[in-house]
């Protein structure tokens, strides 16, 4: 029996509440099944909210040559070819339906100035075309509360500020999960029929990071362990605007979209660098010249023609986020940085005080508000953060089921769909796409489930047991000390530049930190106390962390947002593998497998159409030199 | 560096006081980093939400100096220096512990509201210029402030018969949407109380999101259910501002 904890029995629960959880739980409960959705925060604060720049999807409504195939050809060049095809496939198709039908649920979007009234879509980078639909800069919050609203009505049962800490499982299928409130502090069972996993990323696990306190990798060490497949878990985003003054802001996200409406960055001698730093890849939709990129946004952003009746190409600051994190990262090392270590990024000189309050009414804010600073009239000092993670569950691309049964996940907690970098808007339309299509599948799979599975009560005594460890151990450190240290290994060890001995070293300091932890103690009791909730978050942090450091290490080449200074080339090898992370009796288990390649048919029909380019395919194959 | 003194409140519902912390801090921190510097260094287990840290989620609101704000926009340099800075929850939801506040009742008024029903026939086309003024309700990030400081909730304590601002400022974005076809003013006028609110205006002076809550979604709400309805402080109000 199991009445010695709170038990509730669920068909689907969802673990986590940003826009992937609430879209799965959406589709799960209009599928008439029983949903619970469960998040730490309150309901409508999960980090999606804070997501800015706006949601990818070929909607065409701006710029009429756009077409999935193009967003498709977008997302697998951004992602340099380590994506799973057929998730950016779907995902290219699918994303203007699920635009679409968020305005049908109530989103409203801004709209375009020619008359017709259509969503409106701006620049982001590596996308050919115009192609993010928006709302003003914050794209998250409109998301979020659309969905919120369209799900409450719906009956989902919503389960707040109540953390997750460990899946249950019968064999090879997730039979629930047991957790806390964390009001109250009290341990809470749910049975289930089938789990979505909908937890986003891991930002806490660096010190420089753009992600809220609740990205500590939930997800990732949930289903690592229970046994499910890591995979791609080396790809680690660094967005390169990130504020750097003052201390107590570092890190906190400039959007893309500074850019997007004609910011440029600048080194201390003045010069626009990006000029410099445009790989092969790239070298064909890119501006050469500061010339030629000023005639373009002068046409483009300034006077508002069409693209397509625009010879010039756009400036490369609207590159790929890896190719730009690197040459702001490579400039300040080299000593062209500003006072605080960052880079200059100006949008006063390039638009009107009224124009940027208009477009980037938040940004506004931010720097006026925190940094006392005035972006109509002086440029930003902006520098790397850590953004998103690429890497995750291993998921089947139709059907997001991960490599333990009954159990799903999707959103920034999956792997597959952004192969080793993540364009910009491309996560908003991902929670969408894939947040609809685990609800769909595990609302399926909970079908055919006829009865919910008996708990042992002792697996549930022995892990409430260990989260109330932290109480029980003698007074020694807490947990922020050992965060604080894990943040800095890990920048050090595995972070944007990597190397075999740095890393090997970061796997010693983690293996330290492990130990650390055990000894870890909590002052006061259960009742909101975030003392303990970060101790209990840092087994997380540590998985996703040696999970990184693991697969960075097996990773012998430089590809996206995987920078290795001992390996700077693509690999032709290694471009047809990715590496799995895997638990096992003893340690981590890191293994390689085959990276299913774009059908060649498919692949030859793009290059005719010349969207995609054969040159750049096999420069990203390591078939031919790139770097 | 220097050092700031903080009294906090620290407790339940049922019994907690204002404790004294003194604290080293560095130019440009806001009063959210000082609460986590506190929780680093002297009280792990003191409660507050949070989340963005950038003024986008509204988790951390409280009542700094008295003031209803949000933490983690609130300089510590925008404060008076040398002297004590008071945080404390918010008045108007019951405590859970420290600076967390039970807001759940927020979430209840939200279910009872008419969600957004499209027009069957509905041409899903407009301009910007039709939906500029519900954008600027949608900008709402639900920190509950206003709530906090309405004095229908905070001092009448009309939880029961009272929607409160944040959510006069949904239904305005439901109401004023371009092809939206629900009715929602009976239940503005009834359940949701709007003939409670007298136009202080003092919900629209603490939004973090400079949303005009009473002259662009109150007062609108409120000619719409006088125009069908019979609402005598609002009669008096035209009167009074020579609206018509
Ligand atoms: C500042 C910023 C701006 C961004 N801008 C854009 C943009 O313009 N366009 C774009 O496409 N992407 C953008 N992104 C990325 C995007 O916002 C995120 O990748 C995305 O929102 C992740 O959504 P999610 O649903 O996977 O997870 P999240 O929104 O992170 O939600 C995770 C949920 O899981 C819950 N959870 C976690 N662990 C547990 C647990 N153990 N138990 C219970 N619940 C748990 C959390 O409480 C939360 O509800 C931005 C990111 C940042 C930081
Ligand atoms: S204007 Fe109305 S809603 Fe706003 S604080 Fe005053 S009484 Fe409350
Ligand atoms: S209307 Fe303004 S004050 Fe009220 S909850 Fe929304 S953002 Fe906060
Ligand atoms: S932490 Fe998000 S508003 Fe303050």
Known sequence: ?627 | MRSIRLKIFRGTSNSGEFKEYTLEVEEGMVVLDAIHRLQATQSPDLACRWNCKAGKCGSCSAEINGKPRLMCMTRLNDLPVNKTITIAPLQTFPIMKDLATDVSWNYQVNKKITPFTPKSNAEWHWEQKDIDRIQEFRKCIECFLCQDVCHVLRVHQKHSVYAGPRFFVRMAALEMHPIDSADRLPFLKTDAGLGYCNITKCCTQVCPESIAITDNAIIPLKERVVDRFYDPIFILFRKLFKKK
């Open chain 1, 1 to 627: 029996m199991d009445a010695k904890y709170t038990t509730h029995e669920f068909d689907v629960l969802v673990i986590g509440a940003g826009g992937a959880g609430l879209r799965a739980a959406i589709e799960a409960s209009a599928n008439g099944l029983k949903v619970a959705l469960v998040c730490k925060s309150l309901l409508g604060k999960a980090h999606t909210v804070m997501a800015e720049g706006g949601i990818a999807a070929a909607l065409g409504t701006v710029d009429s040559r756009d077409t999935w195939q193009q967003h498709f050809a977008d997302t697998m060049i951004g992602g340099n070819l380590a994506n799973h095809w057929q998730m950016a496939q779907i995902h290219a198709l699918e994303a203007p339906d699920r635009v679409r039908e968020l305005e049908k649920w109530g989103a409203v979007f801004d709209r375009t100035t020619d008359g017709k009234g259509n969503i409106n879509v701006r620049h982001f980078g590596g996308h050919t075309y115009k192609r993010l639909a928006h709302v003003g800069d914050r794209t998250g919050l409109e998301l979020l509360r659309t969905l919120q609203d369209r799900g409450v009505h719906q009956g989902i049962e919503v389960f707040m500020e109540c953390t997750v800490y460990s899946l249950l499982k019968k064999e090879n299928r997730v039979v629930g999960a047991f957790g806390y409130f964390r009001e109250t502090g009290s341990p809470v069972l749910f049975k289930a029929k089938s789990i979505v996993l909908a937890t986003g990323g891991i930002g806490k696990l660096y010190r420089v990071s753009s992600n809220s306190w609740e990205c500590t990798g939930d997800g990732f060490a949930l289903g690592y362990l229970a046994g499910a497949e890591l995979a791609d878990m080396e790809y680690v985003q660094f967005h390169p605007t990130g504020m750097v003054w003052p201390p107590s802001v570092r890190g906190l996200l400039i959007t893309e979209g500074v850019r997007g409406e004609g910011g440029v960055f600048r080194n201390n001698l003045g010069k626009r660098f990006m000029f410099d730093y445009i790989p092969p890849k790239y070298k064909d939709k890119y501006a050469s010249t500061e010339e030629e990129a000023n005639t373009w946004f002068q046409k483009v952003i300034v006077e508002g023609r069409k693209e397509e009746t625009v010879k010039e190409r756009k400036p490369p600051e609207l590159m790929s986020r890896d190719v730009v994190a690197r040459a702001l990262w490579t400039e300040i090392e080299q000593g062209r940085g500003f006072e605080h270590g960052g880079i200059h990024l100006d949008i006063a000189t390039r638009r009107s005080a009224e124009d940027i309050k208009k477009k980037l009414p938040s940004m506004y804010h931010q720097f006026k508000q925190l940094a006392d600073v005035d972006i109509t009239k002086v440029p930003m000092e902006v520098g790397p953060t850590c953004h998103y993670m690429m890497g995750g569950i291993k998921v089947d691309p139709e059907t997001q089921g991960s490599t333990i049964d009954g159990l799903f996940a999707a959103g920034e907690c999956s792997a597959g769909m952004h192969g080793s970098n993540r364009l910009g808007g491309n996560s908003l339309s991902d929670l969408l796409v894939f947040g609809r299509r685990a609800g769909l599948s595990a609302a399926e799979y909970s079908k055919k489930i006829k009865t919910f599975e008996q708990i042992d009560e002792s697996e549930l005594d022995q892990l409430n047991h260990e989260m109330n460890r932290p109480f029980e151990n003698p007074k020694g450190e807490n947990a922020y000390a050992i965060l604080s240290d894990l943040q800095q290994v890990m920048e050090k060890g595995a972070g944007m530049y990597r190397e075999e001995k740095g890393m090997m070293n970061c796997l010693k300091e983690l293996d330290q930190i492990k130990k650390r932890l055990e000894k870890v103690s909590t002052e006061g009791n259960r009742m909101f106390n975030p003392g303990w909730h970060t101790a209990l978050d840092l087994r997380n942090l540590l998985i996703v962390g040696e999970a990184i450091t693991r697969a960075a290490l097996i990773r012998r080449e430089s590809r996206g947002a995987h920078t290795r200074i001992d390996f700077l080339n693509y690999s032709e090898s290694f471009s047809k593998t990715r590496v799995i992370v895997k638990k096992s009796a003893q340690e981590m288990q890191v293994s390689s497998e085959n990276l299913s390649q774009i059908p060649k048919d498919f692949e030859a029909e793009l290059i005719a159409k010349n969207i995609l380019n054969e040159v750049v395919l096999n420069q990203l194959r390591g078939k031919i030199a790139a770097h």
